[in-house]
């Protein structure tokens, strides 16, 4: 196999890194069969990963609160004392969870996209267990927000 052998992959600012496959029927003379480059190769698969990972995020966060309100409306109807139920709904507490902003940008992408409708911030902090203020800071960095502006601005928000 000789450097002619390999496609043209053009860019001064990267290092060329390449995933090759060669059938090596004949051990004489290897042949290339394809070739790519890892990034396009591997991006698809971590981003099926992070996307997975968001959503069984938001699933339990719905999950607890759900079992959170059943126990809830037991109470209102009469089910429990009051500290019973505050005993109860202690164990569906969680304190808010952190994510770094880059993160927390793609999280909120991948719920806009799933959704497919205007969320606003403390929607986007209840899905994902996260404080509201470190959504709105997460959002003021996030680049598609300008492009898509798919977040719904609450009073007292700031829009930029």
């Known amino acids: 196999m000789s450097q002619r052998d390999l496609p043209e992959y053009t860019s001064s600012e ?7 496959r060669i059938r090596n029927i004949d051990p004489s003379t290897p ?8 990034k396009d190769f ?12 968001v959503l ?3 699933l339990a966060n719905q999950w607890r609160s759900y079992k959170y309100n059943q126990e809830y409306i037991k109470f209102l109807l009469g089910g429990y004392k009051e500290e019973e139920f505050l005993s109860i709904a202690g ?25 497919g409708q ?11 267990n996260v404080d509201p203020a470190d959504v709105n800071t997460a959002l ?18 700031e829009k930029k």
């Open 42 to 53: 591997i991006t698809p698969f971590v981003n099926l990963y992070f996307e997975n990972s």
């Open 118 to 128: 205007t969320l606003s911030s403390s929607d986007l902090s209840f899905l994902l």
């Open 91 to 115: 164990k569906y507490a969680l304190p808010f969870g952190h994510i770094d902003n880059e993160q927390l940008c793609l999280g909120v992408s991948v719920i806009l996209n799933a959704l």
């Open 56 to 58: 069984r995020t938001v």
């Open 31 to 38: 042949e290339l069969v394809s070739a790519f480059r890892t």
């Open 14 to 20: 990267e290092p060329l890194d390449l995933l090759l």
């Open 140 to 157: 003021e960095s996030c680049s598609f927000i300008t492009k898509y502006k798919e977040i719904e601005y609450k009073e007292g928000d």
